[in-house]
Every structure is written in C-alpha cells, then in structure tokens.
C-alpha cells in the first residue's frame, strides 16, 4: 500500500513537469484587438496565487474559467479530500476489530501470572525482577514496573506492546494452551545467563518452544500483528492523502503564477507614435508594441 502512496507522488510531479511544458505552449485565447479592453483586463499575479493557494483552481478561474486547469485542480482536491475521508473510515473500523480481538483472545492476568512465573525461576536473569523487588516495592505484586511494565490504562501502548513484544506474548490463549500445563506448571528454557530462549510444549499438538530458532510465536497474536498493521496502513495513506492535498495546493499557486503571466504578456501591448516622411510629407504613425 505504501508503495502505491509512492506512486501518486511521482505521477503528481510528472503532472507538475507536464504543466510547466504545456504552459509555453498553451493555445491563445485571448485574442483582442481593442488596445484599451487589452489594459483593462490585466491580471494580478498576486491575487491568482492567493486564490488557487486557498482553494486550488480559483487562480486558474480568475484568469479563464474555460481552461482545463480550472476545474482539473478542484477535482484533484475533492478527489483526494474523498479518499483520505476513506482511509481514515477504514482505519477506524480495523482500529475496532483489533481491538476487539485483543479483548477476546489475550488476557493481561494470565500474562501477569506467567511473567511472575519467570521473574521467580531460580534459573532466569535479574533483568526480568526478583521476589525481593516485589517484596520491596519496588515492582508490583505481579513484577510490573521494570522490564515488564504493560499498562491496559494506557490504552495506545497496550494495544501496540501486546503485538509488537516477545515478552507480552504470555497473554495470547493460544500460547497458554501450548506452554502452560493444566496445574499452571510452564517449563523453561534458559541459556547459560539466564535469558529465556523458550518452553517445552504441553501436549502432542504443541511444538517445542525455542526462541533461538524460531522467534516466540502465537497464532493469535500473528493474527492480531496482521490486523493492527492493516490499520495502520490505512491510517498512513490518509496521511499520504493530505500531503497530496498540499502538494496540490502548491502545484495550483505555481501554475496560477504562470497563467497570469502568459495572459498578461499576450494582452500587454504598448501604443507607439512616431513621425515619418512619405512624399515629402510629414505623416504620424501609431502603432502598438507587443512585450515578451
């Protein structure tokens, strides 16, 4: 999905390329004759950047409202307005579903009561907790507050922690089926410092645990991690959406600051008098001057 967002972008400065071509080379439509209508219809530079900078294609507008441009930006603006309203839609609905699915499969008290599981063992790693922290306060009752610290009030990181971290895996109903025995009983794997590598499975179904092979793996949560990052995805290329937005703005300015320069150069004529002798006459000549 992110590789479409990028796509937009180049076929968006392709776009802007091809202005800055067709511009030099845009049919004239302004064909005066009468010198004085030619002055009058002047246009500021200034004002059409101002307008097509609020809403693209009213600089394009306030110099011709035949020209292509002066609906195409518009359209590009709504267009991409719709779309972000979309993805932000869709975001919010998968938001809804992991976390519903989260409710449903992963349960912080069996992650609480596993993790102390660990922090007890004689064998695992201080960086984990000890039982004279918790007895001291200085962790919880259930070791939270050093190397495990998940918070379901903080509702962002949980939702983000319980996917994204091996050590939260411990609440997913899959791995407690797998890892935990009926009596509550988990079989640990250590490495020679002490750091949990994996488990022993439970049963014929459940394979051996060994996060040195395979990273530690619940199906659930692979599920889960899948639907969080759909979300995700969604809610980037809404954000992609409303850069477009802004690159269509600055496209729009830039293409009105030409426009009104190619306009005002096919209309800024200048009247030029002189005298000249013809038969021996004095005769005066108007004429106009046309500025490049």
Same mark, same amino acid.
């Given at each position: 999905?992110?590789?479409?967002? /990028? ?7 392709? *776009?802007? #390329? =091809?202005?800055?071509?067709? $511009? ?19 246009? #500021? ?14 600089? $394009? ?25 979309? =993805? ?32 007890g063992h004689p064998s695992s790693n201080r960086m984990y907790g000890s039982l ?13 507050g050093g190397y495990f610290r998940l918070d379901r009030s903080d509702k962002q990181?949980? &939702?983000?922690? @319980? ?19 009926? !009596? ?8 020679? !410092? ?5 488990? /022993? ?15 530690? =793996?619940?199906?659930?949560?692979? $599920?889960?991690? %899948? ?14 959406? &409303?850069?477009?937005?802004? *690159? ?5 300015? &830039? ?10 150069? %096919? ?6 008098? #002189? ?5 021996? !006459? @004095?005769?005066?000549? @108007?004429?106009?001057?046309? !500025?490049?």
């Open positions: 999905m992110r590789k479409s967002n /990028v796509q937009c972008l180049s076929l968006l400065f392709v *776009l802007f #390329s =091809y202005i800055l071509v067709a $511009q030099e080379n845009e049919i004239d439509l302004y064909d005066h004759t009468d010198y004085q209508l030619l002055k009058s219809q002047d246009k #500021s530079v200034g004002k059409a950047m101002m307008l097509s900078a609020i809403f693209p294609g009213t600089g $394009q507008f306030y110099v011709n409202k035949r020209s292509f441009w002066t609906y195409f930006f518009p359209a590009i603006e709504v267009s991409l307005f719709i779309m972000a309203k979309n =993805y932000d839609k869709k975001g919010d609905k998968l938001t809804k579903k992991f976390e519903k699915f989260a409710n449903e499969h992963y349960d912080q008290s069996l992650q609480n009561m596993t993790q102390l599981s660990l922090i004279e922290e918790i007895e001291n306060g200085i962790l919880d009752q259930w070791g939270n990181h949980y &939702y983000e922690d @319980i996917g994204k971290y091996n050590k939260y895996i411990y609440g997913w109903s899959d791995w407690q089926n797998n890892f935990v025995a009926p !009596n509550g009983s988990i079989n640990w794997i250590f490495n020679d !410092n002490g750091i949990w590598i994996g488990n /022993v499975g439970v049963n014929p179904n459940s394979p051996d645990f060994d996060i040195e092979v395979n990273h530690p =793996y619940s199906e659930l949560r692979a $599920q889960y991690f %899948k639907i969080r990052d759909d979300a995700n995805d969604a809610y980037y290329t809404r954000q992609s959406m &409303y850069f477009l937005v802004v *690159l269509n703005h600055g496209i729009s300015t &830039y293409h009105a600051n030409r426009v009104v320069k190619a306009y005002n150069k %096919k209309v800024n004529l200048q009247p030029k008098y #002189s005298l000249s002798v013809i038969n021996d !006459n @004095i005769v005066p000549i @108007i004429g106009f001057v046309a !500025n490049f």
